[in-house]
């Protein structure tokens, strides 16, 4: 499988308790996305990293979420102190901009990890 | 930050009838509109997008329409068949990509 793959599908946790959420990318995007879903809404972006740097984060990521990518390649997603809010499905996404048409971005999600805090 | 607001939330068809589900943002630097489907429990996927220097982009039976003007956004989708069910999402990104905003999805029901 040459898609967005993500580690692991689910995760039930206890309210306090640490996750890490794992994302391996496309080999050959350099951009990598953290996307937040919950039931009947959009995806809610967290955080953009290209290459190894992280340019962009949410507000909406408070001090409990980490993201790294540590050699530009895949990524983790850390939440510390989960809380019952925290439920969700966290989407990872990879691109690269299009040789062909550098206007566009097309973003290959990843099935997704859903985190229920109990 | 960017706002986008997707309508309807919900829309029903007949199977053979037209789709149109609609997008606003408040970004005036944003220029670049993907649109994704995702089906019951599978990832979001694009079907189409735009970029802001065309008014209009077509791919068989969908289409998608820019007014950078009003800053609205349209998928229109024609001659509906029960796999084009699906949540919709309209989305809206800056030249440079580093953020996406979603609209909060329009779940499409074709009905045989």
């Known amino acids: 499988d040459t898609g967005v793959s993500q580690d692991p599908r689910h995760k039930i946790t206890k309210r306090g308790q640490n996750v890490t959420f794992r994302c391996d990318p496309i080999?050959?995007?350099?951009?990598l996305y953290w996307y937040r879903q919950t039931l009947g809404q959009g995806p809610e972006f967290l955080t953009y990293?290209?290459?190894?740097?992280?340019?962009?984060k949410s507000r909406l990521l408070s001090d409990r979420f980490s993201a790294e990518r540590p050699k530009g390649s895949f990524s983790t997603l850390e939440i510390q102190r989960t809380e019952q809010g925290d439920s969700a499905m966290y989407l990872c996404?990879?691109?690269?901009?299009?040789?062909?048409?550098?206007?566009?971005?097309?973003?290959?999600f990843g099935a997704g990890s859903r985190l229920t805090v109990l | 930050g960017e706002n986008v607001e997707q309508h309807p939330s919900t829309l029903s068809v007949q199977e053979g009838d037209s789709a149109v589900i609609k997008c606003t943002y408040s970004d005036s630097a944003s220029n670049y509109f993907p649109w994704y489907k995702q089906e019951l429990g599978k990832r979001p996927q694009l079907i189409i997008d735009i970029r802001s220097n065309v008014g209009e982009k077509k791919d068989q039976r969908i289409a998608v329409t820019l007014n950078k003007t009003a800053k609205h956004f349209s998928l229109h989708i024609t001659e509906t068949q029960p796999e084009d069910s699906a949540v919709y999402f309209c989305a809206a990104s800056r030249s440079n990509f580093n953020k996406f905003y979603f609209g909060s999805g329009t779940k499409l029901n074709v009905k045989p």
């Open positions: 996404a990879s691109s690269h901009r299009d040789r062909e048409d550098s206007g566009a971005n097309v973003l290959t």
């Open positions: 990293f290209q290459n190894e740097a992280q340019l962009e």
């Open positions: 080999s050959e995007h350099n951009r």
